[in-house]
């Protein structure tokens, strides 16, 4: 049995000319809730879309709960639930009929549990779809999801329109979900604090590739801002961190490392007494790669485990 | 065996309601109101026919569309949604084929007609009252048909067209002998009626491998 509840090797997706996936390999552990971060066009939909078998990979190979994800039937089955976006059902379907339809899919849907998701928010069950707010649409969608009691849920953006109330409920009834039935999470959001809320690894997206990912408190703990006067560059930190990005402002360079087990006094004896070493925040550090990334890094299609 | 599952055959008869509504109103219009004896080789029952079943493909094949992507993304199967899109297909056909055949034969078009004082009826009725089946006929044939033309068209990596002419070759080829079928005796009706069968599901069964492998992007 595999410890992977996904795992995607070399994983391509063209559309016509665009590349949206571009060798992408990213394992994703049983039981963890792994948040996807990056920029619009990173391709994080496109990778959910492959692992619902709404569409198909140009090339690579992808494995979604130890089965390549082209042989099992669309969704798994019910093993796999999805709230993506553009994917909507019609305006006029009430979350009773919604309900129907997922309890026909799926034979571990309980409605009493998606009855209460929509109580908790005071959804009437009768009312159209096309009728609810943005958030309230977000909040259904999200508790059919939850309510099949899957073994994967692949969540594309779910806060989106939620007022921080029913953010804070829907993440906490994931992470109840996850810890009840150890299942496993994916979820793309563009807002750090939910990342900090909810995640236990981290992968940041970049044109396709994943180019940064690990735990999230590896992340926190490793992840330094280094700033020297002159440049900073991969020879010179050697083995004892990864350059992530670097700029520079005036005479001084400011780079993102990643620091391999070395703690900051070390790497300060390594580069130079000049040189500075600070601690940096997530989304410090997801702006620092999205601005700075290394050509280097782009060019050599790998991703910092 | 596929079950029916109510709330997935709800959203998808009504995706389909527009065909329903243009095949259910064209059939009884023309039932109600055609003045001669209705025939077979009659064209406007059999493009209202063709109408119908072209635009029940376009609307349950929407696969660019949000809520295609919901649906197909709720964890059935594709063979179980493939099941679906017929069923809802054949109660669409059902809806607009029955109230029309009742019309003929319960004698409600000879009345009307006589009423309107039309030479041809009532004497004439028993002579059309088997036309239905010749639509049922067409429907057989072109639902199946219309679908694995319009999946075959979404599938981005089929880009040949060939498939598409060899079913728009062997459909009239059909429809021409559907008309011959009707004058044979003995076993050459039966073996064009074997055909006929067997296109149909060669139709349905192409229909259905296309969609097992069906991109669905919205």
Redesign the interface.
């Given at each position: 049995m595999s410890d992977h509840a996904v795992r995607t090797v070399q994983l391509r997706r063209d559309f016509g000319a665009v590349r949206a996936l571009d060798g992408l390999s990213l394992d994703v552990s049983k039981g963890t809730i792994l948040t996807l971060l990056g920029p619009n066009g990173a391709g994080k939909t496109t990778l959910l879309r492959i692992l619902?078998g709404?569409?198909?990979p140009t090339g690579g190979q992808v494995f979604v709960l130890g089965s390549p994800a082209?042989s099992q039937?669309?969704?798994?089955?019910?093993?796999?639930?999805?709230v993506?976006d553009?994917?909507?059902?019609?305006d006029?379907?009430t979350p009773a009929?919604?309900?129907?339809?997922?309890?026909?899919?799926?034979r571990t849907f309980d409605r009493t549990l998606f009855r209460e998701f929509c109580k908790r928010r005071g959804l009437s069950l009768k009312r159209p779809y096309g009728a609810l707010s943005k958030g309230q649409r977000r909040w259904v969608l999200t508790s059919l999801a939850l309510a099949?009691r899957p073994e994967l849920v692949l969540l594309d953006e779910p806060a989106d329109g939620l007022d921080p109330a029913a953010r804070k409920a829907l993440y906490d009834a994931l992470r109840d979900h996850v810890n009840e039935c150890e299942a496993t999470a994916i979820v793309t959001t563009h807002v750090i604090a939910d990342i900090e809320r909810i995640a236990d690894d981290v992968a940041i997206m970049m044109a396709g590739r994943a180019v940064l990912h690990g735990p999230l408190d590896d992340l926190r703990e490793n992840i330094r801002q280094v700033e020297m006067s002159g440049g900073i560059s991969s020879p010179e930190l050697g083995d004892m961190a990864t350059l992530l990005g670097s700029t520079r402002q005036g005479d001084m360079a400011i780079a993102w490392v990643k620091c391999n087990g070395v703690s900051d006094g070390q790497l300060v004896r390594r580069l130079g007494p000049g040189a500075t070493v600070r601690t940096v925040g997530l989304e410090t550090l997801y702006l620092a790669i999205a601005e700075h990334q290394p050509a280097a890094l782009a060019e050599s299609g790998k991703g910092l485990e | 065996m596929m079950i029916a599952r109510w709330g997935l055959t709800r959203i998808l008869w009504r995706q389909a309601m527009p065909a329903t509504l243009v095949g259910s109103l064209g059939l009884w219009a023309y039932c109600l109101a055609w003045p001669d004896v209705m025939m077979a080789r009659d064209p406007w029952p059999g493009l209202i026919v063709l109408l119908h079943c072209l635009l029940l493909a376009v609307l349950l094949g929407r696969f660019e569309t949000p809520s295609f992507a919901f649906l197909y993304s709720r964890g059935y199967s594709r063979d179980a949604l493939w099941g679906h899109v017929m069923l809802a297909s054949a109660l669409s056909v059902l809806a607009a084929l029955v109230p029309a055949w009742l019309i003929v034969w319960t004698g409600l078009r000879s009345h009307l007609h006589d009423l309107l004082k039309s030479p041809y009826f009532p004497i004439m009725a028993p002579r059309e009252a088997w036309v239905p089946l010749i639509w049922l006929g067409l429907y057989v044939l072109l639902v199946p048909a219309c679908h694995y033309a319009w999946i075959r068209r979404a599938q981005p990596t089929r880009g040949s067209q060939g498939g598409n002419l060899a079913v728009v070759g062997v459909l009239a080829a059909l429809l021409l002998g559907f008309d011959l079928v009707r004058r044979l005796d003995g076993w050459l009706a039966w073996l064009c009626g074997l055909l006929y069968a067997a296109v149909v599901v060669c139709l349905l069964l192409g229909g259905r491998s296309l969609h097992r492998s069906l991109e669905v992007r919205s």
């Open positions: 619902m709404l569409i198909e082209r039937p669309a969704g798994g089955a019910g093993r796999v639930a999805y993506g553009r994917c909507e059902p019609p006029w379907a009929l919604l309900e129907g339809v997922q309890a026909g899919a799926s099949c | -």
